[in-house]
């Protein structure tokens, strides 16, 4: 077996050298006690260490099959050490279980479909991160990306006017080939508000664009918050850090409540969907988004279907598409998806696994976040990603999710695949009927 | 507000404006706003290439701007909108503009009674806010969560004080936000601070404040209450005197703490939006007593009528015996009062109001795709394409409604005894 390596994070070692064993053994057992409950208890005494999960996992399967990297392996390296020593355990092997489940599990679940037991490794990776969080050794991207959530509530430190200039930018651009096109700000009342992730209007602000030209095109009465809210994404999810996740989703749905939109439709991205939809909404009370959420997928599927959008030219190259996790297994948005993108696209090329199979980007669950110091490992263990991707044969992928972006953007690179990356809102951009441009 | 008795509420319907009507050109007009005592409507207006305009009561404003946005009515009736010409920002009130001009402006807010405007600015990378066109003397690195008092007197936000660098998460874990009123932050930094609040009498100001990363106070006048909390919201002060109320969470569920001490043993799932009767003998929440059922609380007692999506706009009656909120099941939202729901369902309802004399509750309600108002649960007879919240004249006795049909804006006065039938 290769030696396995520990990689130093500024953010892990200073918080570390923070750490005394007592505070390390409360934290633990204080979660463990008070946070977990019976689910952990059930995980515990259910698993059969069969291995069955190992499959499932694309850090194991790309790191030539190394236990360290399956599934029951990082619960092994993590959770269980925990409990079994009842919390005193050492700082070292604190700083490790971080890197482990920090960035050595996508939180994907593609696993539990594997399991038996339906055993969720992910949940116990994310009581791993919340341990973390109280003993402040999270790595030092995320930590700041959790930092600009706070103070900002947006995950890239926009701050509120920069947001609205950039709508305003956008519009004005959009002008240029939609003369009468709005980005209709603070409309009180609209059918939909319209929400996205911090990256979009500080280097992604084309993808606004576009949703903005499908929703006048399409005939949408929609709107866009002039306010902090106009962001749903949340990588306090990901750092354990609860109470932030609860706070920035109360603010999200507060902003649509206050503009009186009957749904919210959101961006391509595949975190902020779970946080929406199932984590952060729950952590407030509500079992389901008090406001619905619609993702992109599933609203381009809508419009299509309900002859809103047209389709003017066809996308003639191959493509292929990847099913984000976390709107697929999360969402079972797959069929729908694939409607759409065979209705522009009539040279589709499935991936081998597809659907609620699909392999992980190795981006998602925040490992993309935790940025430079795991990039190399990160990409590493997602050798199977660019199997697959490279045994479809084609030159095009549409990948509906951010994080997914850029995943396998690093992985295209570091395998030199000859594959360029898609939003699917690119291309129905691209090819749908515009009546109303010059 | 302005002197609303003075208002025209002779019992009719008239037809204020049409809508498709301007003195000017009008390529396309944006959403329409309607004055408080129901007399003019407006809207912004594109007038010709890259030019608008705003068109009231079918006249335009005479300047032109490359943009206006934001276009609200003021309490007492003053339109305001943020109006841009050539990179300068201005506010443009009644089609006047501010004599200062600003890199950018933004959140428009008024004074209780409208007769103070302000907003948010941002120029050459600083921050803070401008009131009636002046703006703070120190601007800050960033600021957001602006708070505007009742009066328009004061003005607060949350400020960044000490530069951070990308990345640096121990610089930020010491505390780089403080709270700044009418531009002077306090000489302390918290981790974070978020939406302070003034006093009565606005010689206090509070705050939430998160002292590391899991630590969660009220802050009064920069100094942190004793106790500490798992999380916490906005607080509240009582409408006479200097206490502070906020919900806190401890061990997992939530209650109310006053002072820094727990008031509402934590029981619920859930509580926010807290408001006090304006006496302040009462105080009520909208509280979640069950895992996904909401409703509000009063003196820390749940009602028996819960929503499963939601709860939100809780209104107190003036005086203060009377409580409205409006809740949403299974998709339909509906106006609930005195722990009773209104017969009907909507697609949409807006927040409620109280007649003065706090005998009827109205609200703005919508179903299927058309709009009117309802006053205790009945509707009024005639559905608009658009309709604004409706208001009640000084004696409780009769409703304004402004609305628009068929292109027209209409101002509607109607006995409330005939509604409510
Ligand atoms: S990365 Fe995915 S498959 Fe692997 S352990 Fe985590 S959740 Fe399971
Ligand atoms: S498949 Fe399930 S039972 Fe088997 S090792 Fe994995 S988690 Fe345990
Ligand atoms: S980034 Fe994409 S593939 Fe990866 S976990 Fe998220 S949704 Fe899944």
């Known amino acids: 077996m290769k030696e396995r390596v520990w990689i130093k994070d500024e953010g892990i070692e200073r918080g570390a050298e923070k750490l005394t064993p007592e505070r390390i053994e409360k934290t633990i057992n204080q979660v463990l006690d008070n946070e977990a409950g019976s689910r952990l208890k059930a995980y515990v005494e259910t698993c059969a260490h069969c291995g069955l999960c190992s499959e499932a996992c694309h850090f194991y399967l790309s790191r030539d099959r190394d236990p360290r990297f399956s599934p029951v392996g990082k619960v092994k390296q993590t959770i269980w050490e925990m409990l079994d020593k009842k919390g005193k355990v050492s700082t070292e092997f604190m700083k490790q279980a971080v890197q482990v489940a920090q960035t050595e599990c996508n939180m994907c679940r593609r696993c539990v479909q594997y399991c038996p037991f339906g055993i969720d490794i992910a949940y116990m990776m994310s009581l791993v991160r919340r341990i973390s969080h109280k003993l402040e050794i999270t790595p030092l991207y995320i930590q700041d990306t959790a930092h600009s959530h706070s103070a900002t509530m947006n995950q890239m430190w926009v701050k509120d006017d920069e947001w609205i200039d950039a709508l305003h930018w956008q519009e004005d651009e959009m002008r240029e080939e939609l003369p009468n096109a709005r980005i209709p700000l603070e409309k009180e009342g609209a059918e939909i508000m319209y929400s996205v992730i911090g990256p979009e209007p500080k280097f992604r602000t084309q993808l606004i664009y576009q949703a903005a030209a499908i929703m006048n095109e399409a005939g949408m009465d929609w709107t866009m918050p002039a306010t902090p809210g106009w962001d749903n994404s949340d990588m306090a999810m990901y750092t354990g850090d609860s109470e932030m996740m609860g706070r920035l989703k109360r603010l999200h749905f507060e902003t649509a409540a206050r503009l009186r939109v009957k749904k919210i439709v959101m961006g391509e991205c595949g975190h902020a969907f779970r946080s929406v939809y199932d984590t952060g909404n729950r952590v407030l009370g509500w079992r389901m988004p008090p406001i619905p959420v619609v993702h992109a997928l599933e609203f381009y599927w809508d419009l299509l279907n309900e002859g809103k959008i047209k389709v003017a030219k066809l996308f003639e190259e191959p493509v292929t598409f990847h099913d984000p996790c976390n709107v697929v297994r999360g969402r079972g948005l797959h069929e729908k998806a694939r409607e759409v993108v065979r209705a522009f696209c009539p040279n589709f090329i499935e991936m081998t696994p597809n659907r609620e199979h699909n392999y992980c980007c190795a981006a998602g669950g925040g490992v993309i976040n935790c940025g430079p110091p795991f990039k190399n490992s990160r990409v590493e263990s997602n050798r199977v990603k660019a199997e697959q991707l490279q045994a479809t044969g084609v030159k095009v992928c549409i990948a509906p999710c951010h994080n997914c972006h850029g995943g396998l953007e690093d992985i295209i690179h570091k395998y030199k695949l000859d594959m360029q990356l898609k939003f699917l809102g690119e291309i129905i951009y691209d090819c749908m009927e515009k009546p109303n441009a010059v | ?421």
């Open chain 2, 1 to 421: 507000m302005s002197d609303y008795s003075a208002w025209d509420w002779g019992v009719g319907s008239r037809t204020v404006a049409d809508l498709t009507e301007c003195d000017c050109d009008v390529e396309w007009r944006e959403e329409n706003q309607a004055s408080p005592d129901g007399e003019q409507v407006g809207a912004v207006v594109k007038t010709g290439e890259g030019e608008f305009s705003v068109c009231v009561n079918g006249s335009c404003w005479e300047p032109r701007y490359e943009r206006i946005w934001y276009l609200r009515y003021s309490p007492d009736g003053r339109l305001a909108g943020l109006a841009n010409d050539q990179g300068d920002w201005t506010m443009c009130v009644d089609g006047e503009q501010w004599e200062e001009s600003f890199g950018f402006l933004f959140n428009t807010m008024f004074s209780k009674d409208g007769s103070v405007i302000a907003c948010c600015v941002a120029d050459s990378m600083t921050y803070g806010m401008v009131v009636d066109g002046v703006a703070w003397e120190n601007l800050y690195a960033n600021a957001n969560n602006f708070h505007l008092s009742a009066d328009g007197k004061k003005s607060a936000a949350v400020v960044q004080t000490i530069p951070l660098g990308q990345a640096e998460v121990f610089k930020f874990k010491d505390g780089i936000f403080s709270v700044a009123v009418d531009g002077e932050a306090w000489d302390v930094n918290f981790v974070n601070a978020w939406s302070p609040r003034f006093s009565a009498d606005n010689s206090s100001v509070a705050a939430q404040v998160r002292l590391n990363l899991f630590d969660y106070t009220i802050v009064v006048d920069g100094k942190p209450w004793n106790a500490i909390f798992n999380q916490v919201w906005e607080p509240l002060f009582h409408p006479k005197s200097k206490s502070v109320v906020a919900p806190v969470r401890l061990s997992g569920k939530w209650g109310m703490a006053q002072d820094g001490k727990v008031i509402w043993q934590p029981s619920f799932f859930q509580t926010w939006q807290q408001q006090f009767s304006p006496s302040g003998d009462k105080l009520a929440a909208i509280v979640c007593p069950e895992y996904g059922r909401w409703t509000l609380a009063v003196d820390g007692k749940p009602w028996n009528t819960t929503f499963g999506d939601m709860v939100m706009d809780m209104t107190f009656s003036p005086d203060g015996k009377r409580l409205a909120a409006l809740g949403k099941q299974d998709g339909k939202w509906t106006v609930f009062a005195d722990d009773k729901p209104w017969g009907g369902q909507y697609d949409m309802c807006f927040a409620p109001v109280f007649s003065p004399d706090s005998k009827h509750v109205a609200a703005r309600v919508e179903k299927k795709g058309k709009f009117t108002i309802a006053v205790d649960g009945k509707d009024y007879g005639q559905g608009f394409d658009q309709c604004f919240d409706p208001t009640f004249s000084p004696d409780g006795s009769k409703v304004l409604i402004r609305a628009i049909a068929d292109g027209k804006y209409m101002r509607i006065v109607e006995p409330v005894a005939k509604i409510i039938g």
